[in-house]
């Protein structure tokens, strides 16, 4: 088996040394009833045969550069850059651990270091951790850690907050108090303040949500913050963070954001990256792992994990998350393709994909009886077909074109969702894609 | 304060060895990117398209971001000089207990690149996706089979977010049945992540006292048991590095008690191939895809974390589901089309770790049933190995052999005034990544060593020579070597205290 160096030699001059004659005689404390039971799966497999077998899963499906695609609503493709990847298979970062061992962790610590910066500068935040699983876990994780600096327990989450997030943050937090959901709203605020009481912790708003709608938010945290409540900004498509305003300086309290366009592939799904910001004063009760400043006996400047009395394996039932592994390498890959992109770079990226957005909006909606939901976007706006939209994008699908993702996917149990469609343009569409999808849109809908 | 990005100075540093850069050959100090990188500078060519302010409702970005930008070529080279500072399962023995540090296999990155897999998006149409929907459901085929257990969650993002997973489980099961039971049951040996959760899902935790041979108690384990117990969580092999040989006794007190059996599935490389859970009794388990069917560590992550259930906890397995008719593969993503089972909500958006499963699911494939045998079997074999090796010389506080992990504690230090923390960073000093130190709680100055089943005999022989030698060097009544280590690592020791008595999280110019 190519992947184990032991060979029979070995393990007999292993097993003298223990003073047993077989590897079975170290398992013998497992009950006789639980001894060697049937697999039914193969045999080993060299790696030209693995490869062929996986390849067969793999061509089964559409990947995004096989089509003009405008699929969005959470996850986003773009160009990363060939460097990226190469730097995330260095060994080093690959195959390293949690750093524990800090003398030994200084690269992990200090490109950690450098994302908690760039991540609090992007969102505007006085702080950032080193992330979470992805945006809708480090969403809930933003509403128990409101409940611990407000004392309170009801979170109410916007009706245009992606609904997988919502959904995630009921499983995580429904447990430590109530969830209230507004309706969803295409196109324009939901009526989130009124929801607001004096036992809310918090409320969280998705900006650009997830109809692509952008908002001022300073009203809101007006509102949140005049009742004692935290804001929770939530975003999904960082690149947004290059053009539009961030949520620091719409009054967010605290930021759970998505960090896939940077860096990362669409992989259907994960993994991902959450990014998470808060205010400075709220720092112990962040969850997650948080990489620190400081020198060693020397006095040379290092980096630690620090804070780690917040985190489960100082704390235990008293922590501030259960959460051990995160996203480590995903992060690494958002810092250096922003590392990369730099200010100007993230400014003209962020440019581009609205300018894209723009041109298809403009182009779809001089199709007869489509019209744009969704008046103020960045890259992302909702269409309203004249029939239901998860039939066009079907299809569409068999032309050559991944329309978007139809509304009612996302709303199953929300009537007036039916012709609603979700679509994403990046810097990864061509004008041909865009004249493509306008001229088979037409031709559907026509027909 | 260092001399890092600091033109060379003219004079070279008073300290003995000291260079003009500041840099010692292939050690470099490298600065922050916000001490080299300009805000003018863009390693990614983009054109500069002019907008208008029409669909932006007056919510431009204003003022200045505060991220520099850097070349390719520099780009490249700091963060290729900052991997050279961090110690790696390819540069080295990394024996971190509780974390099976395997070799990562190669083909597992360049599989989960395929553009069917990395460029696929979690929303499209399903029949576009049937590869990848097939792709899930046979890995789940092999970690049902592997584990003997009927179904399986996939979209656990971590160990931990798994271990959520199976106890929201349990608590919707209790809800069902109109059963309210407060209390969780955890070894005090147990990993922090297993009351923290616990704690998450509103239990209180109760903990469960161990033998004097490092198992649980099954006497106290019965006594704690009543009508207001709603589950234990249990590792096994247990965080001792031993096997639980009360599983089955334990599962049928749990049971007749009324309450669910987590296990803690971290330790499953000890046992893959050989034994299913399920034949031990158990309700749930979390699998550690990262550990045990070797998705890379990635410094943190990511990780991937599916549960398998019983019949008894199926139904309440989150969304989405996967099922297969006539038409092909089918998400199930609404609650309402799920009847007759009742999923109890969602663990995170879209599907699961698909990059991480289609690397689990190479490793598998490759081993094949075989090859999973043979790997933990020659995991628990180099464990014992080190073990039989060390246990004159280094006190181990449990009698007979071990699963995959050893473990050790401190009282072979009595006497001395060096502790665990300087044995590791001695460690060091001598090429390795240290061992797990102070965990498990239970056992004082804990070294816990699990050498997996990628190390070559040549490699454990050396280690083993070289905690000899640490070992006698200690007892000899000179601690230099140790409390001054480590002093060849990129940084010596750093100090922990200020960093967290006055944290500094970010660079500010």
New interface residues.
């Given amino acids: 088996m190519r992947y184990l160096p032991l060979n029979d030699d070995d393990r007999r001059a292993m097993l003298e040394r223990i003073g047993v004659s077989s590897i079975d005689d170290l398992f013998r404390d497992v009950p006789a009833s639980a001894r060697e039971p049937q697999f039914d799966l193969p045999l080993h497999a060299g790696e030209s045969e693995v490869e062929r077998m996986l390849s067969r899963f793999a061509l089964a499906n559409t990947g995004a550069g096989e089509c003009a695609f405008f699929c969005g609503a959470g996850a986003y493709r773009h160009h990363v850059p060939a460097s990226v990847d190469y730097l995330i298979q260095r060994s080093e970062f690959l195959t390293s651990y949690t750093p524990y061992q800090p003398e030994i962790s200084q690269g992990t610590l200090q490109t950690l270091f450098e994302f908690q910066t760039q991540v609090a500068a992007i969102t505007a935040m006085e702080i950032a951790n080193a992330s979470m699983y992805d945006g809708s876990t480090g969403a809930a994780e933003a509403v128990l850690m409101a409940h611990r600096v407000t004392g309170r327990n009801r979170a109410v989450l916007s009706g245009n907050l992606h609904p997988h997030y919502a959904d995630t943050i009921r499983t995580m937090a429904g447990l430590a108090g109530e969830i209230v959901v507004t309706p969803p709203v295409p196109g324009s605020a939901d009526e989130i303040s009124e929801q607001i009481d004096n036992n809310t912790s918090c409320v969280v708003v998705q900006n650009p949500d997830v109809f692509g709608s952008i908002r001022d938010l300073a009203p809101l945290a007006q509102v949140a913050h005049s009742k004692g409540a935290l804001l929770v900004v939530v975003f999904t498509e960082a690149v947004s963070l290059g053009l539009v305003r961030p949520p620091g300086a719409m009054g967010a309290d605290i930021v759970a954001g998505e960090g896939q366009s940077l860096g990362n592939a669409l992989n259907f799904g994960g993994p991902y990256v959450g990014l998470f910001a808060s205010r400075e004063r709220f720092v112990r009760q962040m969850p997650g792992r948080l990489a620190g400043q400081t020198a060693d006996v020397e006095g040379r400047r290092g980096f630690v994990l620090t804070l780690s009395a917040r985190e489960q394996h100082i704390r235990r039932e008293k922590a501030t998350s259960n959460i051990c592994t995160n996203s480590g390498l995903c992060a690494l890959a958002f810092t250096i393709h922003l590392s990369l992109l730099g200010e100007t770079g993230l400014r003209k990226l962020a440019r581009l994909n609205h300018a894209r957005a723009v041109t298809l909006a403009e182009s779809l909606v001089a199709i007869p009886e489509v019209e744009l939901a969704t008046p103020a976007f960045f890259n992302e706006f909702t269409l309203r077909l004249p029939r239901p939209a998860a039939e066009v994008v079907e299809t569409l699908a068999g032309r050559g074109v991944l329309a978007g993702v139809p509304a009612s996917r996302l709303f199953p149990s929300h009537t007036g969702c039916e012709n609603l469609l979700i679509v994403a343009a990046t810097e990864t569409n061509a004008e041909s894609d865009i004249d493509l999808y306008r001229d088979e849109l037409g031709g559907v809908l026509a027909r | ?2 001399v ?1 990005d600091k033109p060379a100075s003219g004079n070279r540093a008073a ?1 003995p060895g000291g260079t003009y850069s500041g840099d010692h050959a292939l050690q470099h100090e ?1 600065p ?3 001490e080299r ?8 060519d ?7 302010p ?9 003022g ?7 070349s ?1 070529p520099e ?2 080279r ?3 000089r ?10 080295g023995f ?1 024996p ?1 207990g509780s ?1 099976t ?1 395997k ?3 190669r ?1 597992g ?3 989960a ?13 399903q ?6 929907l ?2 899930i459901a ?1 890995l789940a085929r ?1 970690l049902k ?2 584990t ?1 257990m009927p179904a399986v969650a996939m979209t656990p ?5 798994g ?2 997973c199976g106890i ?1 489980a349990i ?1 919707a099961a209790l809800e069902n049945r109109g059963d309210k039971r407060p209390i969780i049951l955890v070894p005090e040996s147990a ?3 297993n ?8 239990f209180s ?1 109760k903990s469960i006292k161990a033998t004097g041979e490092g198992r649980v108690d099954l006497a106290s384990l019965t006594q704690a048991l009543s009508s207001q117990v709603a589950a234990l969580m249990l590792t096994n092999p247990n965080t001792s590095g ?4 009360d ?2 006794a334990i599962a049928d007190a749990l049971h007749a008690a009324g309450a669910y059996f987590y296990c803690d599935g971290a330790n499953f490389n000890a ?1 893959m ?4 859970p399920g ?2 009794g158990v309700d749930a388990m979390h699998i ?1 895809l ?1 550990k045990t069917f070797s998705t ?9 974390g599916p549960v398998v259930f019983s019949e008894r906890l199926a139904p309440f397995a ?2 989405p589901l996967l099922v297969e008719d006539d038409r092909g593969f089918r998400l199930i ?2 609650s ?1 089309e799920a009847q007759p089972a009742s999923p ?13 499963f ?1 690397r689990a ?2 490793y ?8 999973l045998r ?2 933990s ?2 995991a ?3 464990a ?2 080190i ?3 060390l246990k004159d010389v280094i006190s181990a506080p449990y009698d007979g ?1 071990c ?1 995959h992990e050893a473990l050790f504690d401190d009282t072979f230090l009595k006497g001395t005034s060096i502790t665990t923390l300087d044995v ?2 001695r460690l ?1 000093d001598e090429g390795f ?2 061992m ?1 130190v102070y ?1 498990p709680l239970t056992v004082h100055g804990a070294m816990l060593v699990e050498p997996t ?5 040549r490699t454990l022989d050396r280690f083993i020579a070289v905690m000899r030698g640490l070992a006698a060097e200690a007892i000899s009544g000179d601690p230099a070597g140790f409390k001054q280590a ?1 002093v060849f ?8 205290t ?3 008595r006055n ?5 500010k110019p």
């Fill in positions: 304060m260092n890092q300290s490298e922050l990117i916000f990188g300009r805000t003018d500078v863009s390693g990614v983009i054109p500069d398209v002019e907008i208008g029409r669909h932006l409702a007056g919510l431009e970005r204003v200045e971001i505060g991220i520099p930008g850097l390719e780009a490249i700091h963060y290729v900052l991997s050279q500072l961090n110690a790696a399962i390819d540069t990394y971190l974390c540090m070799h990562n296999p083909l990155e360049k599989v690149r395929f553009a069917g897999f990395a460029d696929v998006h979690p929303l499209q149409p029949r576009t996706v049937q590869g990848a097939a792709l046979e092999w089979e592997l003997g993002r971590a160990g931990a977010h271990e959520l929201i608590r990993h922090g992540t009351p923290a959760t616990a704690a998450l899902c509103g935790v031993l096997f639980e040989r599983m089955i046992i191939g050989r034994v299913k034949d031990l550690n990262h890379p560590h990635g410094g943190g992550g990511p990780g991937a989150p969304l993503e609404d309402r109890f909500g969602r663990m995170a958006a879209f599907h699961g770790q698909m990059g991480m289609v699911l190479a598998m494939m490759s081993h094949g049933r075989d090859g043979q790997a079997g020659d628990v074999l180099s014992n190995y073990l039989a090796s052999s699963m590791a960073k060091i990544h240290p797990t965990f089943e990628s190390e070559s005999k480590p690592a990129p940084r010596r020791r750093l100090d922990e200020a960093a967290a944290p500094v999280l970010r660079w």
